[in-house]
C-alpha cells in the first residue's frame, strides 16, 4: 500500500523562528503546512481544515498545548488524527502529562529531524489506512442503502401479492418470525371456487431479494392455478418448471402444498424438502404423517420432477399442521435440536379448543431460553370444517379480460365441445380448462364461478359413479378411507370409456343464457332417488347427493338425460 504523496500538517507553535523552522522542513518533505500561534487558533484551524497530523508546543499563550489537545481529540468522531506534542522540558512527569491528555507522540526540544520524520512517515501510513477505512465505509454505507432499499422494495411486493391473493379465514392459523429483515419463508392460503382450501409453505434459499426472486413466481403460479381449481399435482409442476427455467444454480424453493375438500372428505399434500407434516385428530391423535418425498422445487428438470402427491381421509375438526425447518432445527442453550420429537408431544398434547400454533410457538420459547434463532420459524395450522358455502367474489385471479358489454351479450353466441377418453381423463384437469375457456371467452366473473362449482360436481359425479362404478353409499365416515382407496385404484386403472362436456352460449325462450351439459359413457342412476329429498335438514344427514342438490340451487334449470348418464344446467345471463 503506497503513502500518500502529502500530508495536511497542522503546526501550532507560539516562538516564531522554530514554528518557520518546522513549516519549512515540513514543506521541503513534500507536505501542506497549516500553521497556528496559540492553542485556541490551532483549535479552530484544526475545526475548518481536518487536517492528517497536529504537532503541538506544550507551552502556548491563549490556550496552552495540553487543553487544545484535549479539545481537538474530543472533535474528532469520524477518524482518528495523531497529535504530537513538542516541548523543551524533558521530565517524564510532563512527558505523561502530554500523553494522559491524548497526545500520540512526544518530542523535546531541541527537535530531531530525523525521529520527526519517522514519526510523521508514520502518520503517513495511519493517514493512508484511514482514508482506505473511510473509502471501504462509505461503500459499505452505499451497499447498506441499496440493500435495505432492495430488501424493502421486495418485501412490499410480497406483501402486495399476499395482501391481494391471500384469503382471510377463521379456520387458518399461521405464524411466520424472521431471523432477519426479510423472511425467506411465506405462508399462503386460497378458497377456490368450489370451496376447496389450498395452502402453501414455501421456504425460499438465502434471504431479501434472492428470496423474493424465488418466491414470486411460485406465489403467483400457486394463487392462479389454485383459484382456479387445479390439482396440486399441476400446481407443484408449473411451479418446477418456472423455477428451473428462470432461477440461477442453488437456488430453490422447499415447499409443501395442501388442499382441502371437505366435500370429499380428503385432503392432498405434496413435501418437497419441508418437515413432516401432519393430519391431527380431533382428540390430537395423529391420523397421518406427511413426509418429505421429492426434492425442492427447482431442482429437478421436468422429465425428472415427481409430482405425485399423498392422499389422505379427513372428518370434520381434523388439522393440519406443517412447518419449516428452522422449528424443528431451533437449539437451546445446551445446543440441543427441538426436533420432530417434542414437536409430535406438543401436537398431540393440544386439544380442539387450543391453537396449535400457539401451543407450539410456547413450546419453542420455553425450550430455546435466552438462545435467539438460527433461522425463520413459520407454521402453519388448518381446521377441517363442513363443506362451506362458496364464496362468489368479484377478484378471479390474475390478468382478466375485459367484460363483454350488454349490447355484445344481446347477439353473440358460442359453442365449445371437450371430449376426453380413456386414461387420459385421469391425467386432464377438465374443470379448470373448461373454465380458462370461459374466462377467455368473457363470461361474466359471478357466471363464471357458478359454472366452476357446477362443473365440478358433475365430473364427480360422472367419473366416480359414470365410469367408475363407484357407490355413493359407501361414503360414510367409516368407510370413506375405503372408498378413496378405492377410487384410485380404478382411476389409475382406467383406460377406457369417455366424458363429453358441451358449453353453449345463445339464446333460449328469447333470453340470454348459458348451458351446459356433461356426459359420461357409464349406465346412469336412479335420479328419482333426489326428489325425494326435499329438506335442507334431509340432505345434509347424507354424505351423498349432496353434489347434485348444489347444483339445483345455483344453476336456473336441471335436467338429467340418457337415465343420468347426461346432465343439462341453463344459467340466464343478466344483461348489463
Not at 504537532?55 to 474530543?74: F, N, Q, T, Y
Not at 332417488?529 to 335442507?536: N, V
Not at 353434489?547 to 341453463?570: C, H, T
Request: with cysteine; aromatic share 6%; glycine share 6%.
Amino acid at each position: 500500500m503506497e503513502a500518500p504523496s502529502e500530508l495536511t500538517i497542522l503546526v501550532a507553535e507560539d516562538d516564531l523562528l522554530s514554528r518557520q523552522l518546522l513549516q519549512s522542513y515540513l514543506d521541503e518533505e513534500g507536505h501542506r503546512v497549516l500553521v497556528a500561534e496559540n492553542g485556541r487558533e490551532a483549535v479552530e484551524t484544526f475545526s475548518r481544515e481536518s487536517p492528517d497530523l497536529v504537532i503541538l508546543d506544550v507551552k502556548m499563550p491563549v490556550m496552552d498545548g495540553l487543553e487544545a489537545c484535549r479539545h481537538i481529540k474530543g472533535m474528532m468522531e469520524q477518524r482518528w488524527v495523531p497529535v504530537m506534542m513538542i516541548s523543551s522540558n524533558n521530565e517524564e512527569q510532563d512527558q505523561a502529562a502530554g500523553l494522559n491528555t491524548g497526545a500520540d507522540y512526544y518530542l523535546t526540544k531541541p527537535i530531531s529531524f530525523p525521529i520527526l520524520a519517522a514519526k510523521v512517515r508514520s502518520s503517513q501510513r495511519i493517514a493512508n489506512l484511514q482514508r482506505e477505512l473511510e473509502r471501504r465505509n462509505t461503500e459499505l454505507s452505499s451497499y447498506y442503502r441499496h440493500s435495505r432499499a432492495e430488501n424493502d422494495l421486495a418485501q412490499q411486493m410480497i406483501d402486495r401479492i399476499i395482501q391481494n391473493y391471500t384469503t382471510s379465514d377463521t379456520r387458518i392459523h399461521q405464524s411466520v418470525r424472521s431471523l432477519e429483515q426479510f423472511s425467506g419463508d411465506v405462508i399462503s392460503t386460497v378458497n377456490s371456487h368450489s370451496g376447496n382450501t389450498y395452502a402453501l409453505m414455501a421456504d425460499a434459499t438465502g434471504h431479501g431479494l434472492p428470496a423474493a426472486i424465488t418466491l414470486m413466481p411460485a406465489m403467483e403460479i400457486f394463487y392462479q392455478m389454485s383459484r382456479r381449481g387445479y390439482g396440486v399435482a399441476s400446481i407443484v409442476r408449473q411451479i418446477n418448471q418456472r423455477l428451473r427455467a428462470r432461477l440461477p444454480p442453488n437456488h430453490f424453493l422447499a415447499a409443501t402444498v395442501v388442499l382441502i375438500n371437505p366435500q370429499r372428505h380428503a385432503l392432498i399434500a405434496w413435501n418437497g424438502a419441508c418437515p413432516q407434516a401432519y393430519v391431527l385428530c380431533p382428540e390430537g391423535a395423529i391420523r397421518h404423517r406427511i413426509p418429505s418425498a421429492h426434492p425442492p422445487l427447482g431442482v429437478l428438470d421436468d422429465q425428472d420432477f415427481d409430482d405425485t402427491a399423498q392422499l389422505c381421509t379427513v372428518n370434520v375438526d381434523d388439522r393440519f399442521f406443517a412447518c419449516t425447518d428452522g422449528l424443528v432445527e431451533a437449539r437451546n442453550a445446551d445446543n440441543e435440536m427441538f426436533g420432530s420429537t417434542r414437536l409430535e408431544a406438543v401436537l398431540t398434547g393440544c386439544s380442539t379448543n387450543h391453537s396449535l400454533v400457539e401451543s407450539v410457538t410456547d413450546a419453542i420459547s420455553r425450550f430455546r431460553g435466552t438462545r435467539l434463532p438460527d433461522d425463520d420459524q413459520s407454521m402453519l395450522a388448518l381446521a377441517v370444517d363442513t363443506p362451506m358455502e362458496v364464496p362468489f367474489s368479484n377478484e378471479d385471479g390474475i390478468d382478466q379480460p375485459p367484460e363483454s358489454s350488454g349490447d355484445d351479450n344481446s347477439m353473440a353466441g358460442w359453442d365449445f365441445r371437450l371430449e376426453l377418453r380413456g386414461s387420459d381423463i385421469s391425467r386432464t384437469e377438465i374443470v379448470p380448462t373448461v373454465n380458462q375457456v370461459l374466462e377467455n371467452l368473457r363470461l361474466d366473473r359471478r357466471l363464471r364461478q357458478k359454472a366452476f362449482v357446477v362443473l365440478t360436481e358433475l365430473l364427480n359425479n360422472a367419473v366416480d359413479h359414470g365410469l367408475l362404478g363407484m357407490e355413493s353409499s359407501s361414503k360414510t365416515e367409516q368407510g370413506f378411507d375405503h372408498y378413496v382407496q378405492e377410487r384410485q385404484q380404478r382411476l389409475a386403472a382406467l383406460n377406457e370409456g369417455f366424458i363429453k362436456i358441451l358449453a353453449t352460449r345463445s339464446q333460449y325462450h328469447n333470453r340470454n343464457a348459458l348451458r351446459l351439459m356433461v356426459m359420461d359413457s357409464g349406465s346412469g342412476f336412479d335420479t328419482t332417488s333426489f326428489s325425494s329429498m326435499d329438506s335442507a335438514d334431509e340432505v345434509a344427514t347424507h354424505a351423498y347427493g349432496r353434489g347434485i342438490r348444489v347444483v339445483a340451487s345455483l344453476a336456473d334449470r336441471l335436467r338429467f338425460l340418457d337415465n343420468g348418464a347426461s346432465v343439462e344446467v341453463e344459467f340466464t345471463i343478466d344483461p348489463d
